[in-house]
């Protein structure tokens, strides 16, 4: 039990720091974003277990020989108020450890979710009064602004495509169309629910650099792979010229930390964005 706690632990140190810092910004995930996103999602709840896990096992090996026995032991302690014989302090501060970090993560993932479909449901009804439909294109509604503006709202019956007057302007057809298939793409995929539990995860361990590095690179990985579906549809030149006139967009809605929205790209993750379609 103890070298099984050992084990755990050491696999929880390694994707705490060392191999997420080796993830993010490697070439071969932005190459391949879909394998970048299922090994960033691997690391994150492997990584998860592993710390809660190590804290269990540590926890019972004063009183258990195997997990059986630790689970029938937690369990009469829980329905029999009985201390398993040979418990400590030492196993008790383990156990309690674990399960105060399981619930910490747990109510920090309900409170982004909650939040996030708050906002989104907001921000939906304003963007109802405040737009009009596109009547050749549904689902899609357009803001009366002169800023190129370009970004979706999914949800779980209906979802929403938001341009702005102003890109309409300075977009011509492909572009459009390449602008209207990535955020088609977030929407089909359920980009945000990926997104949401890595929001929650750098809510959770705020303190930890690798849950905040997670969650930006998770939301580039996002977006690169809603540009090669819409590369399915539209030419690379076509999609590039529409990443950089949105790009310039400086008139976003406001983001809160607890949002699941994509995050404005930074000048390098546009660069890293462009370089991938040249």
Known sequence: MVAAAITLGFVAVLLAW??????TGATWAYRRPTLGLLVWQLVALVGGFSMIGSLVLLGAATFATDLPDAATGMWRFVTHNELPEGSSVWSLLALSGALFLTAHLLLNLLVTVVYAERERARHSQLITLLSEPMTDRPGTRVINTPAPVAYCLPGALTSITVLSAGLLQLLDEEELQAVIEHERAHVRLRHDIVLI??????VSLPWLPTARNASREVALLLEMHADDNALAHVGRG?????????????ALPQRSELSSAMPESTPKELRARLLRLA
């Open 18 to 23: 060392p191999l997420p810092a080796l993830l």
């Open 238 to 250: 076509s999609l590039a010229r529409a990443i950089t006139i949105v790009s310039e967009g400086g």
């Open 197 to 202: 539990f890595f929001t929650a995860w750098k």
